[in-house]
């Protein structure tokens, strides 16, 4: 939230831009949500008074839209941000809209620019990088433990599927004789190739990738060879 900013006539306002990181959503998606509301609004001139249209160039040197708003143009935007997380920002915005402000009712003359920086910094300087430490940690559960049930449930009954249909059916002469051995081989190589010392002990951020690798994993030649020859 650091983009919240004085304007030159002494109000406190926010960016498109800035509201579209911390929501965690398209700048462009944002963009569209303002202009759509400004232009299907019957009171355009009220509309007006919370959205002012900009311009930003971005890394490329491009020019780029931007819009700024007051704290009714962000509530009324952020009114569509649903979940948790989102309600939290909407939460912090607000507040952080109230303390500016109140700053600004306790001067006679608007903050310096370091002093906006410095009262921002003080209340939600830390915000972004608490945010990237849920992240780290997130990331790191789903390093550390295995796959729920559920998840392993799905990837077991998808490997069954596969393994059967490779052997032509429950009702294949390979699968009432060869069925043990090609799920034994299945085990093996799904183990090799993650590394683990059980089916369900691969990471969750591992899941997608075991789903994939179990849908186009096939027995060996030889195996392969023997499925059919056991069927003929």
């Given amino acids: 939230m650091k983009e919240l900013v004085f304007t030159d006539n002494g109000h406190v306002v926010t960016s498109s831009l800035d509201v579209a990181e911390n929501f965690g959503k398209q700048h462009k998606h944002v963009l569209d949500a303002i202009e759509s509301k400004i232009q299907s609004a019957e009171n355009l001139a009220y509309y007006k008074t919370m959205f002012s249209k900009g311009s930003y160039k971005d890394s490329r040197g491009r020019n780029q839209r931007i819009y700024f708003m007051n704290r009714d143009g962000f509530v009324f935007i952020a009114m569509g941000f649903n979940g948790r997380r989102a309600d939290e920002f909407k939460l912090k915005y607000i507040e952080a809209f109230n ?5 600004l009712k306790s001067q006679q003359k608007p903050m310096s620019l370091d002093q906006q920086i410095a009262t921002i910094a003080t209340g939600y300087g830390s915000m972004k990088q608490e945010l990237v430490e849920v992240k780290d940690q997130v990331a790191d559960l ?3 433990f295995g796959l729920p ?3 392993a449930a799905i990837l077991t009954n998808i490997r069954n599927i596969h393994i059967v249909r490779f052997l032509g059916g429950k009702d294949s002469k390979a ?3 060869l069925g043990r051995k090609v799920f034994s081989e299945f085990g093996r190589d799904f183990k090799d190739n993650f590394g683990v010392p059980r089916y369900d002990a691969i990471s969750l951020s591992q899941y997608d990738e075991a789903i994939a690798y179990t849908k186009s994993w096939q027995p060996s030649y030889n195996t392969i060879i023997s499925i059919r020859n056991t069927n003929m």
């Fill in 99 to 103: 303390q500016m402000e109140e700053q």
């Fill in 142 to 144: 789903t390093e550390r």
């Fill in 149 to 151: 049930a559920t998840k």
């Fill in 175 to 177: 699968y009432h004789e």
